[in-house]
């Protein structure tokens, strides 16, 4: 087996695609990895006032080695297992900030009773979730602003619509801007819980879960199982990354299909999400 530094846990802000593997350490915390196959290599900071590195003194079974990362100062640096004067392993390191995203959760109604299925009292778990995504993985932190039942003083018709950009359609069949014009304008990001949204020229036929566009999204009642990764994953447009559709990025947070992409955060996004 090569000497190579690996993970500890999975998503837990450890890219192992990247070359050379990265790792985020949060500003003043700390993260633990593996060094395998590297008995006898002296692992060392080339930065340490960035980020300093120690071992963990236990012994292992299959003999790896762990080193738990302290970041010291914004900035980037990497940690050299080498022996002698040969680098044997090398892992880049990013220390990042912590960073406050302020999220308000509406619940949509309109004059013609259409309204949202789901329950403000799902609101806390949801955060949870996202926080266990963005947190370890990126320095992120979801904090609810606001939870507010909020009703458009017109029929919305059975399903909502972003719609602007599509020849032909009237103006009356774009329904986005009279959901968000009810935005809390205190939080940084709005989702608006609703019953049916599309965004496309076929609304009977159900291709959209949920839109994001700038700090708003429309995100309707069949969003499918996974409802706080499937909000990480918009919270991640808002955060400035696109959505990914090649197999290869399908364990990815930002892969393009609900309830079949995963939850990692790769070095590229992560540095998007929170340079």
């Known amino acids: 087996m090569p000497t190579r530094f690996a993970e ?3 998503n837990d802000g450890f890219d192992g695609r990247a070359t050379p593997p990265w790792q985020m350490v949060p500003l003043n915390g700390t993260k633990t990895v593996k060094l395998m196959d590297g008995r006898g290599l002296t692992v060392t900071s080339s930065n340490p006032p960035i980020a300093s590195v120690e071992e963990v003194p236990m012994c292992f079974a299959d003999g790896h080695r762990e080193f738990r990362i302290r970041g010291r100062r914004v900035g980037t640096t990497s940690i050299l297992a080498k022996q002698g004067g040969t680098l044997r392993a090398r892992l880049d390191i990013a220390v990042k ?12 109604s309109d004059t ?6 789901r329950g403000t009292n799902a609101v806390d778990g949801w955060v949870r979730t996202m926080n266990g995504i ?7 932190e979801i904090t609810k602003k606001s939870v507010r039942t909020v009703r458009v003083n017109k029929n919305l018709g ?7 950009h599509l020849p032909g359609v009237s103006a009356a069949h774009h329904e986005w801007d009279d959901v968000i014009a009810l935005r809390d304008n205190s939080a940084d990001f709005n989702f608006f819980l609703v019953w049916e ?18 700090a708003n999204c429309l995100f309707e009642d069949a969003a499918g199982a996974e ?10 447009h808002f955060l400035g990354e696109s959505d990914y559709y090649n197999a290869a990025d399908r364990p990815f947070l930002m892969y393009g299909y609900t309830d079949s ?11 998007t999400m929170n340079p």
């Open 134 to 140: 963005f947190t370890p993985q990126i320095n992120v």
């Open 197 to 214: 949204y599309e965004q496309d020229a076929t609304p009977g036929t159900d291709n959209a879960d949920a839109g994001a566009l700038g």
């Open 261 to 271: 992409r995963g939850r990692k955060i790769p070095k590229a996004h992560a540095n």
């Open 112 to 117: 013609a009773g259409h309204r949202t299925s």
């Open 227 to 236: 409802v706080a990764e499937t909000m990480a994953h918009e919270t991640g």
């Open 97 to 108: 900030r912590k960073k406050t995203v302020t999220v308000a959760f509406n619940f949509v």
């Open 158 to 164: 059975s399903v909502i619509r972003f719609s602007s």
């Open 8 to 10: 500890m846990r999975t």
